[in-house]
């Protein structure tokens, strides 16, 4: 008889072959059953609490992905990829889930009958390069000769991008306002130089772009009033210095002999404080800023010689300014000079609903812009600031990558045309598979129907005879329920979104069929942090 060999720790479970890759597919199914109904102006939105009650609203596929916390190994790769598609292009996050997971649900009929993954996923790879070498060859270039034509395609990439979105009503005022905070940037477009600030309170359209920085104003000590709120090219100083007295260290211990000797303590402390406000004063410097608090005594000082000063300035806002107006952000008075200063063409403090902001304009070192946004409740504003960032990501790429194709569905259903025109002049397996790929495209448009409560399979129809006839831009019109010529609509994206969720979807495709087997490690002697979690305590895929 056989010696029986264990290999593993006891209490490992393993699980092999096709039932455990069928299963890997079938949670990916579940993750995208969740997310389908967000795609397109029509999605729903959805609501999310964490564990510590908050509350989340967005139809953004990346958002949704975080906050769901998915355990399953095999699912968790769809998150990856809603990540690497909001890190590299902005949008297109629940475009990638959806694709990823109709390709897994094709090509599971032919895992069923037996067909080796392998040959299912070099299937896969060849359609999604040829369907990437269509793209490039159908989309439109750019001409960045006419800076008034380049801008209005611009706006209309952004407003693509906007028009799913909470704020879709306003997507042609918030697309413009995108496009301005891109095209203020140098040519590197640092995504970090756009800041966008919250204020509650009055209506979206009272949001409004400032060309430079804006931050609020912190907590500021009675004198502060008597300062001017105006500087026309004022000198700014940026500190990381405490300016006020400061309390005594616990349990220090001083031992004196004399009452005289204690002023001298005190006397000693208000000299090393008036001589940091005179050096400043000194400095040239009209603006003071730090990270640290500005005391009542500082503030009176500064308001007495026409100085203004901000004291516990966020960092974030601290090096965006030193960024924006130059200078440095010094940790000693001793250092401040020309050259440390930073300098701006404007500086204002105005009052923006219940809140006093900063401003300053006319950044002569680096280009930058503020956002700030209006409006009522606070989740509304954090989604409002989330498809901001995806629309701001959308222009950063079609300024970058100089093409665009027509959204709406219609690029899939060319590509799904093309493709499954290709598998006819092909035999074998992969001519089926192929062709399943080439159906899996179609997601797009027919979910988008079935968000907005169209008969999808009139509508399928209907592009399959537009795109058979040679109209390769004729996507779903979600206004008239009906098809169109989604470019003339001016419904464009950067092609750039189109590939690169076709492939991040077949990267997490072929790595989810890659895998032959699951094995799951016991659990150590840890608490169990989710309930009921299968996958806790580690594992190898």
Request: charged share 25%.
């Amino acid at each position: 008889m056989q010696p029986q060999i264990i290999l593993l720790r006891e209490g490992t479970e393993s699980s092999q072959g096709k039932p455990q890759l069928i299963s890997n597919i079938n949670a990916c199914q579940a993750v995208v059953e969740a997310l389908r109904t967000t795609l397109g102006p029509r999605g729903m939105d959805k609501l999310i609490v964490s564990s510590n009650g908050k509350v989340t609203i967005s139809n953004d596929g990346a958002t949704i992905m975080k906050q769901l916390n998915i355990v399953h190994p095999a699912a968790k790769s769809l998150v990856d990829i809603a990540k690497s598609q909001d890190a590299e292009v902005g949008d297109g996050t629940t475009s990638v889930v959806l694709l990823a997971g109709e390709f897994l649900k094709q090509v599971k009929s032919f895992i069923e009958e037996g067909v080796h993954p392998r040959v299912i996923v070099k299937a896969l790879r060849k359609a999604v390069d040829l369907a990437i070498e269509r793209i490039k060859t159908l989309a439109v270039p750019v001409k960045h000769e006419d800076s008034a034509e380049h801008f209005a395609l611009l706006e209309k990439c952004a407003s693509t991008a906007l028009s799913s979105k909470l704020i879709h009503q306003q997507k042609h005022f918030f697309g413009k306002m995108a496009v301005d905070a891109v095209m203020i940037l140098d040519d590197l477009l640092p995504l970090d130089m756009i800041g966008i600030k919250k204020v509650t309170g009055g209506a979206l359209e009272d949001s409004f772009l400032v060309a430079g920085v804006a931050f609020k104003k912190t907590f500021s000590y009675a004198g502060f009033e008597m300062q001017p709120k105006k500087y026309d090219n004022p000198r700014i100083a940026m500190l990381n210095i405490e300016l006020e007295l400061k309390a005594e260290r616990d349990n220090a211990e001083i031992r004196l002999e004399k009452v005289e000797e204690y002023q001298k303590i005190i006397d000693a402390e208000w000299d090393i404080l008036y001589d940091k406000l005179e050096k400043i004063h000194k400095s040239g410097a009209q603006v003071v800023l730090s990270k640290l608090p500005i005391g009542d005594v500082a503030t009176q000082y500064f308001a007495d010689r026409d100085m203004f000063c901000a004291g516990r300035v966020v960092e974030e806002d601290l090096k965006r300014t030193m960024k924006a107006c130059g200078g440095a952000i010094l940790t000693t008075v001793a250092d401040l000079n020309e050259k440390t200063l930073g300098s701006c063409e404007h500086f204002e403090e105005r009052q923006v609903g219940g809140e006093r902001y900063n401003l300053f304009t006319g950044c002569s070192h680096a280009k930058t812009s503020t956002i700030i946004l209006r409006g009522g409740a606070q989740q509304f504003m954090d989604e409002t600031e989330r498809s901001l960032h995806d629309a701001i990501m959308i222009v950063r790429r079609a300024m970058k990558n100089d093409a665009v194709v027509a959204g709406g569905g219609a690029i899939e259903m060319e590509l799904s045309k093309y493709l499954r025109e290709y598998s006819r002049n092909i035999a074998g397996r992969e001519q089926l598979l192929i062709g399943a790929i080439a159906k899996a495209l179609e997601i797009i448009p027919r979910q988008l129907c079935d968000n907005a409560g169209f008969d999808a399979t009139n509508i399928l129809n209907k592009l399959r005879q537009r795109h058979a006839q040679g109209d390769c831009w004729y996507g779903v019109d979600i206004t008239k329920e009906d098809v169109e010529d989604n470019f003339k609509a001016c419904v464009w994206e950067p092609s750039v979104v189109k590939i690169n969720a076709l492939m991040a979807a077949t990267e997490a495709a072929c790595l989810i069929l890659s895998v032959d087997e699951t094995i799951k490690s016991p659990k150590s002697g840890g608490t169990d942090t989710s309930a009921n979690n299968p996958y806790v305590g580690g594992g190898m895929m």
